[in-house]
């Protein structure tokens, strides 16, 4: 059975940083996997916001966060990074880890439905 752990969360203020950390362990390691970040705010559908293929050759990412957000995969180290920049008071929420077995187009990386492994998510505050 595959474990994914999201680590990283907190509070910050606005214009702040933070970094999100995932790694899978069990069945399948973080390094066998593509890697996508989403999160949900309170009363709100879960939300793509990152992910990156098992190589690293690609990167999306949701228009909310680009040039604010870097994901970033260490597959020595079997982990896959959310670097947070410029915080916003609307980036609050749960962030939530996911994998899935490498393959398909990077269309296929912002769907939710794609993913079969996810953590328990992590909170991230941000406070005006």
């Known amino acids: 059975q595959v474990h994914v752990t999201e680590s990283g969360g907190g509070l910050v203020q606005t214009g702040g940083s933070l970094r999100l950390s995932c790694v899978a362990s069990?069945?399948?390691?973080?390094?066998?996997?593509?890697v996508g970040w989403f999160r949900q705010a309170p009363g709100k559908e879960l939300e793509f916001v990152a992910a990156?293929?098992?190589?690293?050759?690609?990167?999306v990412y949701a228009d909310s966060v680009q040039g604010r957000f870097i994901i970033s995969r260490d597959n020595v180290k079997n982990t896959v990074s959310l670097e947070m920049r410029n915080l916003e008071p609307a980036d609050t929420a749960v962030y939530y880890c996911?994998?899935?077995?490498?393959?398909?187009?990077?269309?296929?990386?912002?769907?939710?439905?794609?993913?079969?492994?996810w953590g328990q998510g992590t909170q991230v505050t941000v406070s005006s």
């Open positions: 990156i293929y098992r190589s690293g050759s690609t990167t």
């Open positions: 996911a994998g899935r077995a490498p393959g398909g187009s990077s269309y296929v990386l912002r769907s939710s439905g794609n993913y079969d492994k």
């Open positions: 069990g069945g399948s390691a973080t390094s066998d996997l593509d």
